[in-house]
């Protein structure tokens, strides 16, 4: 008697808590995601509203300058294929919890950073950036990536930080970076920055004979630095108008009035970072550049 009555008790509180905060009407949730919904819970010790705000907030970044059809409710679902959509709507209002196994398959689908998700930790695309020394590592990763698509982005300083991006889909991408910046500029570069400013320009040589679909990009500072950590993708940036400051600065034999209109255009440094590389490239550098 007092067994039934208390599990009676127990499978009405439940209910309660699961009830749809619009309505008020009952949803039937799987005994699977019930149980991974309390264990991520206990684990984690966070309220139901971190999580759905970190996945409302990926589905507005993934939204942007994206065709249809846009993410939401019915999409996800029909993306992960779930049966329930208001269960997704749920979800994102923040009625309910995610369940661990959901999290996991939104992050693979739409190439979120999973720790992020969960924890909040990192970045949302913290997974897409790589960093390396030189440049020349991007070649080895576009051979094997394949992309679609490539961006040479450049901030709008007068060092010129500058990364390349890769992308397949509207989802799948990567950003390639040096930690402390590649330069597209003499400015603020010493022996070390000279050396990768020569790697960037044979990587960019390789990309321009190889890649039809590569479009330059001058983004902010703090937009630049969103890019190279992950808190933006490239499809957020990807829609500004075409740069060709990158394109300019392989074409090393200048007229004198040709060098007089960059420099006027990008400034001494773009000049002087173009003499740098004249200065370096070697015969190896040309063997390389023609076998590539």
């Not at 996945?55 to 993410?71: G, S």
């Not at 000279?194 to 990309?207: G, I």
């Not at 499809?235 to 108008?241: A, D, G, P």
């Not at 001494?268 to 003499?275: K, R, T, V």
Request: charged share 25%; proline share 2%.
């Amino acid at each position: 008697m007092l067994e039934t009555i208390f599990s009676n008790l127990i499978s009405g509180f439940l209910l309660e808590i699961f009830k749809k905060k619009d309505n008020n009407k009952k949803i039937a949730l799987p005994i699977s995601i019930l149980n991974e919904t309390l264990e991520i819970d206990k684990s984690t010790k966070q309220s139901i509203p971190e999580y759905n705000t970190r996945i409302l907030e990926a589905i507005k970044l993934l939204n942007v300058n994206k065709r249809d059809p846009m993410l939401n409710g019915a999409s996800i679902a029909e993306d992960l294929s779930i049966e329930s959509i208001s269960l997704i709507e749920d979800i994102i209002n923040g009625s309910i919890m995610p369940s661990s196994s959901m999290l996991s398959c939104f992050a693979e689908k739409y190439e979120i950073d999973l720790d992020w998700l969960k924890t909040g930790c990192n970045t949302p695309f913290h997974k897409h950036c790589l960093t390396y020394t030189w440049a020349e590592n991007a070649i080895q990763i576009y051979k094997e990536y394949k992309p679609k698509t490539v961006y040479i982005f450049t901030a709008d300083v007068k060092e010129h930080f500058t990364a390349i991006a890769y992308q397949k889909t509207h989802y799948d991408f990567r950003i390639i970076h040096c930690e402390s910046n590649w330069h597209l500029s003499s400015n603020g570069i010493g022996g070390t920055g000279q050396n990768q400013l020569v790697s960037l320009y044979k990587t960019m040589l390789f990309l321009n004979r190889f890649h039809t679909f590569t479009h330059g990009k001058v983004v902010s500072e703090d937009e630049f630095f969103d890019l190279i950590t992950g808190k933006c993708s490239v499809n957020i940036l990807s829609h500004r108008l075409n740069d060709y400051r990158w394109e300019d600065l392989l074409d090393l034999n200048l007229e004198p009035t040709e060098i007089a209109k960059r420099k006027q255009y990008y400034g001494d440094d773009f000049i002087e970072a173009q003499n740098i590389i004249k200065s370096k490239v070697s015969k190896d550098d040309y063997d390389f550049m023609n076998y590539v």
